[in-house]
């Protein structure tokens, strides 16, 4: 069943990024938080892994992170 989450943390939006979840920014009115959506079927299961200590390789990882982070600094930049 598909499911929608709306969610803050960045590692867990770098892993499920990396488990091949849409990520997509939200900009929350005049708000200085920046969330982001993700759809898709399974999300609690996939939540609940990473809360279990998956193991994953590391570049991978290291490569969605950046990538969230990235889109966090340039919608931040954007909103100045």
Do not use: W
Request: charged content about 25%; some cysteine; aromatic content about 12%.
């Amino acid at each position: 069943m598909e499911q929608t989450k709306e969610l803050t943390d960045s590692l867990l939006l770098s892993y499920l990024d990396y488990r091949g979840f849409p990520v997509t920014p939200k900009i929350n009115g005049n708000s200085k938080q920046i969330s982001f959506v993700v759809i898709g079927n399974d999300l609690d299961d996939a939540i609940k892994g990473f809360y279990s200590n998956p193991k994953i390789p590391i570049l991978h990882f290291c490569n969605s992170y950046r990538k969230i982070r990235s889109m966090i600094f340039n919608l931040k930049g954007a909103r100045k």
